[in-house]
């Protein structure tokens, strides 16, 4: 009798622990937007609301997002270790679709007023990327549709962004450019499908 509750926990786990991927994982093809949306469409849904409430394009989101975490759920910055094997914490608090950091995750609940949004939920992640887009508009005069100094912006921070701190990161600037040409990729493909 033993042997059959060991092997029914361990069955258990293991469907958790699937369950648990399948919910944080990425989409399969991340780029094609139209078979993102029939795969994930409350995604989407998420995204439309946050294009509503905030105006920030579908496929812009799209491509912050893309760039910030892959789409993936629970994503967070790797770990770093000292001489190689002693772990000495994460490279900093990013987690989530949004990777937003602890401090500005917690201005945007405080302003928000949801205190049990989470950064692992699609769209309480997508809201806080149309807030913190929006703050850029006003505090440095950036258009929504921008998705390459917007993205500049969200990485850098708005005063980051003021001081021009992305000029001496060479790195930086090509994933902007690159934010940029998947905005408007997703963006036309979402035409294609007959979305946009």
Same mark, same amino acid.
């Given at each position: &009798?033993?042997?059959?509750?060991?092997? $029914?926990?361990?069955?258990?786990?293991?469907?958790?622990?699937?369950?648990?991927?399948?919910?944080?994982?990425?989409?399969?093809?991340?780029?094609?937007?139209?078979?993102?949306?029939?795969?994930? =469409?409350? *995604?989407?849904?998420? &995204?439309?609301?946050?294009?509503?409430?905030?105006?920030? =394009? $579908?496929?812009?989101?799209?491509?912050?997002?893309?760039?910030?975490?892959?789409?993936?759920?629970?994503?967070?910055?790797?770990?770093? *270790?000292?001489?190689?094997?002693?772990? &000495?914490?994460?490279?900093?608090?990013?987690?989530? @679709?949004?990777?937003?950091?602890?401090?500005?995750?917690?201005? @945007?609940?405080?302003?928000?007023?949801?205190?049990?949004?989470? +950064?692992?939920?699609?769209?309480?992640?997508?809201?806080?990327?149309?807030?913190?887009?929006? /703050?850029?508009?006003?505090?440095?005069?950036?258009?929504?549709?921008?998705?390459?100094?917007? *993205?500049?912006?969200?990485?850098?921070?708005?005063?980051?962004?003021? +001081?021009?701190? @992305?000029?001496? /990161?060479?790195?930086?600037?090509?994933?902007?450019?690159?934010?940029?040409? +998947?905005?408007?990729? *997703?963006?036309?493909?979402?035409?294609?499908?007959?979305?946009?």
């Amino acid at each position: &009798m033993s042997r059959l509750i060991l092997l $029914v926990m361990v069955v258990a786990t293991f469907a958790a622990c699937g369950r648990r991927d399948a919910q944080f994982s990425a989409p399969r093809n991340l780029e094609n937007a139209c078979l993102m949306e029939r795969e994930r =469409p409350q *995604y989407f849904a998420a &995204m439309r609301a946050t294009e509503r409430r905030w105006g920030l =394009p $579908v496929p812009v989101q799209m491509a912050i997002i893309h760039a910030e975490s892959r789409f993936i759920g629970d994503a967070r910055t790797p770990v770093r *270790y000292t001489l190689g094997v002693i772990p &000495m914490g994460r490279q900093s608090s990013a987690l989530g @679709y949004s990777q937003a950091l602890d401090g500005t995750w917690d201005e @945007y609940v405080s302003e928000v007023g949801n205190r049990r949004s989470s +950064r692992t939920n699609i769209r309480d992640a997508t809201d806080f990327v149309g807030w913190y887009t929006n /703050k850029t508009r006003e505090r440095n005069g950036i258009a929504l549709s921008d998705a390459r100094n917007q *993205y500049l912006a969200y990485h850098e921070g708005h005063t980051g962004f003021r +001081r021009g701190s @992305y000029n001496s /990161k060479p790195w930086l600037l090509g994933v902007a450019d690159r934010v940029a040409s +998947r905005a408007a990729m *997703y963006d036309q493909q979402l035409r294609g499908c007959g979305r946009r």
